[in-house]
């Protein structure tokens, strides 16, 4: 059974830093491209990021271009989301999930909720 | 930048078609995607490249695309439909992803 669960949300203050973590199980994690997705609360979904299988590619939405850095590590089986210079718009439940085909998302975590406030 | 657009709401009565629209100037050349997302869930997927259905998801759901707009159809709705829609789509030449606006749909 594909399981994705992600860690690390909290209160940031403005400005701030936080490292999103998600722990995937149930398949061979270091085949297959990832994602993380944001949902601002009340609001609809927005891709923020995805890398290659092997870490070699990575692509960012426009507005977290330059503070945020997707990665991985194959053998622990882990992605990761690095956040800095964080604002309140970052504000969120943030999604991992598995891409397939390298263009779409079929298994998503249960979220993590990171607010950015002072 | 791209984006796809869909109608804030749709409701419709148990058992009534309900029939959610997306549109986008690049679905003639990329295929949709659609997902549900009940009220503190994740997204769970619905259809995938157009018309194809996951397993594990009833086959009341179809998907269908022509020209620039795509549409998710739940054909004889239950309640346990009610949700939010949203398509989703991809933009090979930037490589970004985009989702849609989301659509509430409504069964009562």
């Known amino acids: 059974e594909v399981q994705l669960v992600e860690s690390g949300g909290g209160l940031v203050q403005p400005g701030g830093s936080l490292r999103l973590s998600c722990a995937a199980s149930?398949?061979?994690?270091?085949?297959?491209?990832m994602s993380w997705v944001r949902q601002a609360p009340g609001k609809g979904l927005e891709w923020v990021a995805h890398?290659?299988?092997?870490?070699?590619?990575?692509y960012y939405v426009d507005s977290v271009k330059g503070r945020f850095t997707i990665s991985r590590d194959n053998a622990k089986n882990s992605l990761y989301l690095q956040m800095n210079s964080l604002r309140a718009e970052d504000t969120a439940v943030y999604y991992c999930?598995?891409?397939?085909?390298?263009?779409?998302?079929?298994?998503w975590g249960q979220g993590t909720l990171v607010t950015v406030s002072s | 930048s791209y984006e796809l657009t869909q109608p804030p709401s749709v409701s419709v009565s148990p058992g009534q078609t309900a029939r959610i629209t997306c549109s986008g100037d690049?679905?003639?050349?990329?295929?949709a995607y659609w997902y549900q997302q009940k009220s503190g869930q994740a997204p769970v997927l619905v259809i995938y490249?157009?018309?194809k259905r996951p397993s594990g998801i009833p086959e009341r759901f179809s998907g269908s695309s022509s020209g620039t707009m795509a549409t998710l159809t739940i054909s004889g709705a239950q309640v346990e439909d009610e949700a939010d829609y949203y398509c989703?789509?991809?933009?090979?030449?930037?490589?970004?992803?985009?989702f849609g606006g989301g659509t509430k749909l409504t069964v009562l």
């Open positions: 989703y789509s991809t933009d090979s030449i930037s490589h970004h992803w985009v």
């Open positions: 149930g398949f061979t994690f270091s085949s297959y491209w």
């Open positions: 890398i290659k299988h092997d870490g070699t590619e990575k």
């Open positions: 490249e157009d018309t």
């Open positions: 999930a598995r891409v397939v085909s390298g263009s779409y998302l079929d298994y």
């Open positions: 690049a679905l003639p050349k990329k295929n």
